[in-house]
């Protein structure tokens, strides 16, 4: 009878481990995703709708304000501009957030259209960045709870700024949903 509540215990200890370390293994899945080039494990562990339509709400929210700062609110042509920009943006970041464009901003960079997923040695994926060649997705990153559903990803930037990674839970399973831009 004693051996019940021990088994009990342990049980719940490796249960509240193993969703402790969620978002870590959700990180470490997709920086092999990104390593191996392999966009269906991508898919998996990130949710590239919902990344898409939380990078177009920041980029189109913040070309209203610079049109706002510049008083062009007021004028017909320019309103007009503002709503072709917001076409245009929704066609960029069609075009940039794939797994190639993930790879790159994972680790820092600019995505570039068309570009192929970088190869990382799979002995590198871990590695900090050495400041020669390529930087490796999440190099040097800092990792946040926020909440028992959200968890932040700090990657530093080429510019030494910082973007945010956010994953939520759902379940007992972790997701990339979103990635905050740094805000100059």
Known sequence: MKLLPLLLAVALLLGLGYVAAGPYLTVAQIRTGLVERDPVMLEQHVDFPRLRAGLKDQLNVRLLEEAQD????????????????????????DTF???AGLARIM??????????????PAGEADA???????RRP???ARYVY?????FSVWVPTEDGRELRCVLERD???WRLVNIVLPRD
């Open 128 to 134: 900090p960045d050495d400041g020669g060649g390529e």
């Open 97 to 99: 957030v794939t797994p």
């Open 171 to 173: 379940g007992l399973r």
């Open 138 to 140: 999440f190099a040097d």
């Open 70 to 93: 510049d008083g062009e609110t007021s004028n017909p042509l320019a309103l007009a501009l503002v709503g072709l920009a917001t076409q245009l943006i929704d066609k960029v970041v």
């Open 146 to 150: 926020d909440d028992l559903d959200t």
């Open 107 to 120: 680790a820092g960079e600019t995505p570039e259209p068309g570009a192929e997923l970088p190869s990382v």
